[in-house]
């Protein structure tokens, strides 16, 4: 089945030791979502590539870097990761080039900070 | 700025109820709305959308009403179901080319059998 593919399902990290999470997808799909989410909190866009067109949230902290090298994949690097950074990350593809498209999500990462 | 609302962490209904869920949005350029569902530890599945130009979208137990006017948007889940306990997020998009999808914090939603 075509579907968005997170590893890995967990992780755990040291303070400031920097982590990368992946997201594969087989959907084909344009437009590549990372969202970072805490607990009772909406899910909070990051950025997004479509196609390799990056586009960064104003808010986003520059801890937080991203790359991808080619249409089926997409990484999300924490430079230096804090204990505020502990949250469930959630990759997400969606067709393009219009947005009246539904999102595809993975199954989520959940990154804890020691 | 929060510019999608969900007032509501959570709701309890018996099952066989209605369930109504609700969100409200500030952007007057979004133009198309999703209801995801998501249970703990996995990610938000898709569920219904609506776009701007129809005021109501139905698929099986589920329909979404679209309030433009009000900015407002609802699903209705009929019957629920136990299955149905889960956290509700809605998401808007807007026609700007952004490809951005903004969220609401969810609702929690308990269906008692």
């Known amino acids: 089945d075509a579907m968005v593919i997170q590893n890995p399902r967990y992780q755990v990290t040291q303070f400031g030791k920097p982590v990368t999470l992946s997201c594969s997808q087989t959907?084909?799909?344009?437009?590549m979502y990372w969202y970072q989410q805490k607990s009772s909190q909406a899910p909070k866009l990051l950025f997004h590539?479509?196609?390799?067109?990056?586009?960064n949230e104003a808010d986003t902290p520059d801890n937080f870097q991203s790359r991808r090298p080619n249409t089926s994949f997409c990484f999300l690097d924490i430079r230096s990761p804090g204990l505020g950074d502990a949250a469930m990350y959630l990759c997400?593809?969606?067709?393009?080039?219009?947005?009246?498209?539904?999102?595809?999500f993975g199954s989520g990462t959940q990154l804890s900070v020691l | 700025d929060q510019q999608v609302k969900q007032n509501s962490p959570s709701l309890s209904v018996q099952e066989g109820r209605i369930s109504i869920l609700n969100c409200d949005y500030t952007?007057?350029?979004?133009?198309?709305f999703l209801w995801y569902k998501k249970y703990p530890a996995e990610g938000p599945t898709f569920l219904i959308s609506i776009s701007s130009i129809k005021d109501k979208n139905e698929d099986g137990r589920f329909t979404v009403f679209l309030n433009k006017s009000a900015k407002h948007l609802s699903l209705h889940i009929v019957p629920s179901q136990p299955g149905d306990s889960a956290v509700y997020f809605c998401?808007?998009?807007?026609?700007?080319?952004?490809?951005?999808?903004?969220f609401g914090t969810g609702t929690r939603l308990k269906v008692l059998a």
């Open positions: 959907l084909n799909h344009n437009v």
């Open positions: 997400a593809t969606s067709r393009g080039p219009t947005t009246n498209e539904k999102l595809f």
């Open positions: 998401a808007a998009s807007d026609a700007s080319g952004t490809y951005k999808y903004i």
């Open positions: 952007n007057s350029m979004f133009d198309y």
């Open positions: 590539y479509y196609d390799k067109d990056f586009n």
